[in-house]
């Protein structure tokens, strides 16, 4: 079993800055895949970032650019940079791990982009 916790969430006007955090914790050895997904409301959950072995990483078009994912191994921990933000970024955050087959997800933080 995998728990994430996320925190970093908040209001922001647009063009500002906002860092995301996931850790996840439980009865793991070391988790590869570790990223981040959204959902804002009305529309279907669309990957944001996502980060492999070795540091690979792959974004969706919509944050290329502005986002930088990135992770600190020995903890089990992965961050989202989001730069220049706008409002369409609003929506609940959502950190994502796949271990031993199975998906996991944490509960969800929400980022606010004022105009």
């Known amino acids: 079993q995998v728990q994430l916790v996320e925190s970093g969430g908040g209001l922001v006007q647009a063009g500002g800055s906002l860092r995301l955090s996931c850790t996840a914790s439980g009865s793991i050895f070391s988790i590869t895949d570790m990223g981040w997904y959204r959902q804002a409301p009305g529309k279907q959950r669309e990957m944001v970032a996502m980060?492999?072995?070795?540091?690979?990483?792959n974004y969706g078009d919509s944050v290329k650019g502005r986002f930088t994912i990135s992770r600190e191994n020995g903890k089990n921990t992965v961050y989202l940079q989001m730069n220049s933000l706008k409002p369409e970024d609003t929506a609940v955050y959502y950190c994502?791990?796949?271990?031993?087959?199975?998906?996991?997800w944490g509960q969800g933080t929400q980022v606010t982009v004022s105009s």
């Open positions: 980060i492999f072995s070795g540091s690979l990483t």
């Open positions: 994502n791990t796949r271990y031993l087959g199975y998906t996991y």
